[in-house]
T-cell receptor
Framework: KAGVTQTPRYLIKTRGQQVTLSCSPI?????VSWYQQTPGQGLQFLFEYFSETQRNKGNFPGRFSGRQFSNSRSEMNVSTLELGDSALYLC????????????FGQGTRLTVV | TQLLEQSPQFLSIQEGENLTVYCNSS?????LQWYRQEPGEGPVLLVT?????EVKKLKRLTFQFGDARKDSSLHITAAQPGDTGLYLCAGGLAGKSTFGDGTTLTVKP
C-alpha cells in the first residue's frame, strides 16, 4: 500500500510570507503528526491530529497551525515566516492516536530567505 | 531538558566493526522505537520494544530495552556502509512523541 506522501518536497519562501504543506497518510491511518527537524534542535513535535481534531500540541508559536480533513489528509500552515523556520518538516501517520510507532513521509524542505 | 539522551552523538567506524549506541532517560516509557534516517528522507521505523529486558534482533541489529524501561541500546554487528545514517530513538509521554537528538553513524568502506 502507498506510504505517506508529502507535498511539495522543496519550497523557498521569503520572510513574512505564509506557507501551506500537505500530508496524505497511509490509507486507514487516522492520526497525523507533524515535526520540525533542524540540525540544531533535532526532531521537534509540532502537533497531532486524529479524526479531524488536534489532540496534542508542541511548544511552537501560534504562527504554526494545522488541520485535518475527513479523509485524514492534513495540512500545516506557517504564517509570517521567519528565517528560523527553515527546516525539514516531516509528517508521520499512525493508526492509533499518540502512537510513536509511526510511518514518516519524505518531508518538505522549507527554506526561508 | 532533553527527555531522551542519545550517545554518542557521532560515530565513524570502518566496515566490519561492531558498535553500540545508547538511548537514556530518567522517565519510564511504555515503549520505545528506533528509527534510521538517511539524508533528505524521513525516518524509517526499525523496531518497537515494549517489555523491560526485551531483546529484538533484526538481521545484524540487536535492540535491547532496559529492565526499568528507561533506556535502550542498539548494537550493530559487522557494520556495512549501508548502515550509515542517523539513528533516532523515540518514546511517548503524556500523549506527545519525543525523540532523541540521534546518533549519526558513518561506516567507511
Amino acid at each position: 500500500k502507498a506510504g505517506v506522501t508529502q507535498t511539495p518536497r522543496y519550497l523557498i519562501k521569503t520572510r513574512g510570507q505564509q506557507v501551506t504543506l500537505s500530508c496524505s497518510p497511509i490509507s486507514g491511518h487516522r492520526s497525523v503528526s507533524w515535526y520540525q527537524q533542524t540540525p540544531g534542535q533535532g526532531l521537534q513535535f509540532l502537533f497531532e491530529y486524529f479524526s479531524e481534531t488536534q489532540r496534542n500540541k508542541g511548544n511552537f508559536p501560534g504562527r504554526f497551525s494545522g488541520r485535518q480533513f475527513s479523509n485524514s489528509r492534513s495540512e500545516m500552515n506557517v504564517s509570517t515566516l521567519e528565517l528560523g523556520d527553515s527546516a525539514l518538516y516531516l509528517c508521520a501517520s499512525s493508526y492509533l492516536q499518540g502512537n510513536t510507532e509511526a510511518f514518516f513521509g519524505q518531508g518538505t524542505r522549507l527554506t526561508v530567505v | 531538558t532533553q527527555l531522551l539522551e542519545q550517545s554518542p552523538q557521532f560515530l565513524s567506524i570502518q566496515e566490519g566493526e561492531n558498535l553500540t549506541v545508547y538511548c537514556n532517560s530518567s522517565s519510564v516509557f511504555s515503549s520505545l522505537q528506533w528509527y534510521r534516517q538517511e539524508p533528505g528522507e524521513g525516518p524509517v521505523l526499525l523496531v518497537t520494544v515494549v517489555t523491560g529486558g526485551e531483546v529484538k534482533k533484526l538481521k545484524r541489529l540487536t535492540f535491547q530495552f532496559g529492565d526499568a524501561r528507561k533506556d535502550s541500546s542498539l548494537h550493530i554487528t559487522a557494520a556495512q556502509p549501508g548502515d550509515t545514517g542517523l539513528y533516532l530513538c523515540a518514546g511517548g509521554l503524556a500523549g506527545k512523541s519525543t525523540f532523541g537528538d540521534g546518533t549519526t553513524l558513518t561506516v567507511k568502506p
